[in-house]
């Protein structure tokens, strides 16, 4: 009985041994499914994981969407030709060109049976497809065309653009974000043609005059296969727009996250943003965590000076929605107003700019130092001196570029990285 | 010299013995500071007494930082950059000179890596260091100047720090 016991016991051990690996390599060899356009996709050839990438057949793919395909057997390279485009990759080399153009692959092609399989990112760059990536279901979705319905309409695009036109700073700084130059932008506010921060990425860029007001016969000449607006600045133009190119509108200037999940979108680059607003989330977890006792929900108080000599405080706004993620509160006197943008027309009412922390993104705008001198006229008074930000040193000039005037993901992040300085953070 | 001539009036001899004398002082007088008074990495000379023109002065009379290696050097910067800001706000003038001169020196170690690749940064944090150092020795503190300095040294040395580093 007892040896009979010992045999079950052994028996089934075995059992469970013999069955791990069979499981993992079942995992590892789970089967990768294409479609396109919600059409699953049967190739002689299985798209497959190899060494964390997705590989898929080209050929079929390409062919699939309308391509041509020839191989050259003794170069081992293959030339695709799609919609006036022009691609050619070898197999076992990372280098391609589309176009002329040459680009690095994130793996080789890799010949399997005959069949040339690419990295499916790959895939999107060059055919003009939008690509994403299903982990559950282990599906590689590649979409032919995308609709965006947004604030002002809906707006289909029919291959993922290369022309693009930027009509916004704050989508300026995500087109350099996500690795898409703009045929043409808005130039920024100060600092023409574009924000230093972000100049050098945006050479050869045209400029397409200011983002309240832009040069739509400029944006003509551009010939762009979609703009990229923005409600609040472009709701009165919106019409003339859509008859250049599709028109995709964002709803919020000041929502960098929204904005940089839309243009994702449009551009195939969802990839980037995740991984961007991931970091973005861990980033502000960490401040939180470091922030000091003292410091955490103290209520931030953020102003400018206008040209004209009067303040203004901000309860919206980019550097507004940051300070609320991060747990920071708004001034009473502020919230009392029930005002996003509460004027402040003298000292009378300059207890409506006092907080815990005053910040003051003041921008000297025609660079003439004449709203400094404003500014120090403000700082200069009696009762200045006695609100309670100042008196305890908690009055600081800030960015007015990456903290009020961009309003972009890059520009969020150079902001967060200020509040370390700010709050004495490591 | 011309005062000790007009102090001397006509009698010439007399005043070359005096040119001489001088001349014998001032020479032996830099052999002195040259060999004997080895100035500390991060001090200031300025400080025994030698007069500044200005904000790149200071900065000049820093000796760069003996560093192990970038990174670490680069890394001790930005804190500093961020504790100064604390040192002034507490008013600790001691704190705050001797992390400012410790900057420049770091900073003066660092700019060779970094020269070529942005000179305009490179110029701009020069500018700040030499503000702060001018601005920290000052009688009277302006803690808003400094603090501006401070934030401007902040951002120029983020926007460097990568080619430092990677």
Redesign the interface.
């Known amino acids: 009985m007892m040896r009979r016991k010992l045999l079950s016991l052994l028996l089934a051990v075995a059992l469970v041994v013999g069955l791990v690996p069979a499981t993992a390599a079942v995992a590892t060899g789970k089967t990768v499914s294409v479609t396109i356009d919600g059409k699953k996709q049967s190739y002689s050839v299985n798209p497959r994981i190899e060494n964390g990438r997705t590989l898929v057949p080209y050929r079929a793919i390409a062919e699939a969407l309308g391509g041509t395909v020839s191989y050259d057997g003794k170069s081992k390279k293959a030339t695709i030709k799609k919609g006036g485009q022009t691609i050619e990759l070898t197999q076992g080399s990372k280098s391609a060109r589309i176009n002329g153009s040459a680009i690095t692959l994130d793996a080789a092609p890799l010949n399997v049976s005959g069949t040339l399989l690419v990295p499916l990112r790959f895939v999107g760059e060059s055919l003009g497809v939008w690509v994403t990536w299903n982990g559950a279901s282990s599906t590689a979705v590649l979409e032919t065309k995308r609709t965006f319905k947004h604030e002002l309409g809906s707006t289909t695009l029919n291959s993922v653009p290369k022309r693009v036109v930027v009509l916004f700073n704050g989508g300026v700084d995500i087109s350099v974000l996500l690795k898409v130059k703009p045929v043409g932008a808005v130039e920024s506010y100060i600092q023409q043609p574009f924000y230093e ?1 972000i100049r050098s990425s945006l050479i050869g860029v045209k400029t397409l005059g200011d983002e309240t007001q832009p040069n739509v016969e400029a944006i003509v000449a551009l010939k762009p296969d979609v703009i990229i607006a923005t409600k609040d600045r472009h709701e009165g133009i919106y019409k003339q727009l859509s008859k250049i190119a599709p028109t995709i509108v964002t709803k919020d200037l000041a929502d960098w996250q929204d904005n940089l999940q839309v243009m994702s979108k449009v551009f195939n680059k969802e990839d980037i943003a995740t991984a961007y607003l991931a970091d973005w989330k861990k980033q502000v977890a960490e401040f939180k965590r470091k922030l000091s006792a003292k410091d955490k929900g103290a209520a931030v108080s953020i102003i400018r000076i206008n040209p004209n000599g009067t303040a203004r405080a901000y309860n919206t706004g980019f550097a507004y929605k940051i300070f609320q993620e991060l747990g920071f509160s708004t001034p009473k006197a502020q919230r009392a107003t029930g005002e996003e943008i509460i004027p402040v027309a003298s000292t009378e009412q300059i207890s409506l700019l006092d907080g815990d922390y005053i910040f003051d993104f003041t921008t000297d705008w025609d660079g003439d130092g004449a709203i400094l001198q404003h500014q120090k006229t403000w ?1 200069s008074s009696a009762l200045w001196k006695n609100l309670n930000a100042v008196k305890n ?1 908690k009055y ?4 007015s570029v990456t903290w009020n005037l961009s309003g972009g993901a890059l520009a969020a992040k ?1 902001m967060l ?2 509040l ?3 709050f ?3 | 010299m011309i005062i000790i001539h007009m102090r001397f009036g006509g009698c010439g001899t007399i005043r070359y013995i005096v040119l001489m004398m001088l001349v014998v002082f001032l020479l032996t007088g830099c052999g002195a500071s040259a060999s004997d008074t080895k100035t500390e990495p991060g001090k200031v000379v300025a400080d025994s007494g030698e007069k500044t023109d200005g904000k790149q002065d200071r900065l000049a009379l820093i000796e760069a930082a003996q560093i192990d290696d970038v990174p670490s050097a680069a890394e001790e910067l930005t ?1 500093l ?3 100064f ?2 040192a002034v ?1 507490s008013d600790d003038r001691d704190e705050a000179v001797r992390q400012a001169e410790r900057m420049a020196a770091l900073w003066k170690s660092l700019s060779g890596n970094a020269g070529s690749a942005q000179p305009e940064k490179v110029k701009q944090i020069e500018n700040d260091l030499g503000g702060v150092l001018e601005a920290v020795a000052a009688a009277e503190w302006d ?2 100047r400094l ?2 300095l ?2 401007s040294l ?2 120029g040395f ?2 460097v720090k990568p080619a430092l580093t990677n």
């Open positions: 921060y700082t040193n600081y000039k800030v960015n150079l990285d200020d370390y300085f700010y004495g953070l490591e | 804190s950059i961020k504790t800001k604390t706000e803690k808003t603090i501006d401070d934030y902040y951002q983020r926007d």
